[in-house]
């Protein structure tokens, strides 16, 4: 469990082996965890939430500066948004497919993802961007660094929602070998430290049903951008 990271023994740790057969977090790098079910207690508002965000700015496909449509669907939510065109990858204040500002970060987002932080190891965190990936049947995110924020001291936490995914996890140099880790509905991971700027990227979805989301996979990114 995370509860005193990177300090000294406690009587807590006499119970270590408890807190290693609790299969609720995993930790997959040396500052990485994925927090299994950890949005599921919200996501009766997380669902009317998300609603609201999309009926302001809708999911398009966009173009990345080499030419290609991508095959997973965003739209963003916060002060600032995830945008690629043919001239590059950047953040943007306004949406560029309605010209009105990115919709504000829903409270219970923010709460879903400070407490995320928090629990891997990363008190304070204030995210200032949230990115809405939506990925169908056959679509897939190539091996890709992030690298558009303004700094790395902050995690990337990331909540999965609706079908399974297989995500890819590298290291810091593309060529490097990947794991693979399968990431349920309600899973959130956090992604800190040195392995923040870890190469990874998500295999082409399988045909699969989500009872609340149908056949769709929807991932929420929360960084820190600026
Ligand atoms: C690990 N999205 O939008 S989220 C992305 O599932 C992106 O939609 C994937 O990669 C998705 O950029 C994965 C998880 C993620 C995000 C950022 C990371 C993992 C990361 C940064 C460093 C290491
Ligand atoms: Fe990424």
Same mark, same amino acid.
């Given at each position: 469990?995370?509860?005193?990271?990177?300090?000294?023994?406690?009587?807590?740790?006499?119970?270590?082996?408890?807190?290693?057969?609790?299969?609720?977090?995993?930790?997959?790098?040396?500052?990485?965890?994925?927090?299994?079910?950890?949005?599921?207690?919200?996501?009766?508002?997380?669902?009317?939430?998300?609603?609201?965000?999309?009926?302001?700015?809708?999911?398009?496909?966009?173009?990345?500066?080499?030419?290609?449509?991508?095959?997973?669907?965003?739209?963003?939510?916060?002060?600032?948004?995830?945008?690629?065109?043919?001239?590059?990858?950047?953040?943007?204040?306004?949406?560029?497919?309605?010209?009105?500002?990115?919709?504000?970060?829903?409270?219970?987002?923010?709460?879903?993802?400070?407490?995320?932080?928090?629990?891997?190891?990363?008190?304070?965190?204030?995210?200032?961007?949230?990115?809405?990936?939506?990925?169908?049947?056959?679509?897939?995110?190539?091996?890709? %660094?992030?690298?558009?924020?303004?700094?790395?001291?902050?995690?990337?936490?990331?909540?999965?929602?609706?079908?399974?995914?297989?995500?890819?996890?590298?290291?810091?140099?593309?060529?490097?070998?990947? %794991?693979?880790?399968?990431?349920?509905?309600?899973?959130?991971?956090?992604?800190?430290?040195?392995?923040?700027?870890?190469?990874?990227?998500?295999?082409?979805?399988?045909?699969?049903?989500?009872?609340?989301?149908?056949?769709?996979?929807?991932?929420?990114?929360?960084?820190?951008?600026?």
């Amino acid at each position: 469990m995370l509860r005193r990271m990177g300090s000294e023994p406690t009587t807590l740790d006499m119970f270590a082996e408890d807190a290693a057969q609790e299969p609720r977090t995993e930790k997959i790098g040396p500052r990485s965890f994925v927090l299994r079910g950890f949005a599921l207690p919200l996501i009766e508002q997380v669902l009317p939430a998300l609603q609201q965000v999309l009926e302001q700015s809708p999911f398009r496909h966009m173009t990345t500066p080499g030419g290609f449509t991508m095959s997973v669907a965003l739209s963003n939510c916060g002060s600032v948004g995830w945008v690629t065109d043919r001239t590059g990858y950047r953040y943007t204040r306004i949406d560029p497919e309605t010209g009105a500002p990115w919709p504000t970060l829903p409270d219970v987002f923010l709460k879903l993802a400070k407490n995320a932080a928090a629990e891997g190891g990363f008190p304070g965190f204030m995210p200032d961007a949230c990115l809405v990936n939506r990925y169908v049947p056959g679509a897939k995110m190539s091996l890709h %660094q992030d690298k558009n924020e303004y700094g790395y001291e902050w995690p990337v936490v990331s909540v999965s929602l609706g079908i399974p995914a297989t995500f890819l996890f590298g290291g810091l140099e593309r060529s490097d070998k990947t %794991q693979r880790v399968s990431l349920f509905h309600g899973d959130v991971v956090v992604w800190g430290g040195e392995d923040r700027l870890r190469y990874h990227g998500v295999l082409p979805l399988k045909h699969a049903e989500h009872p609340l989301l149908g056949e769709q996979r929807i991932n929420f990114t929360f960084r820190k951008a600026q």
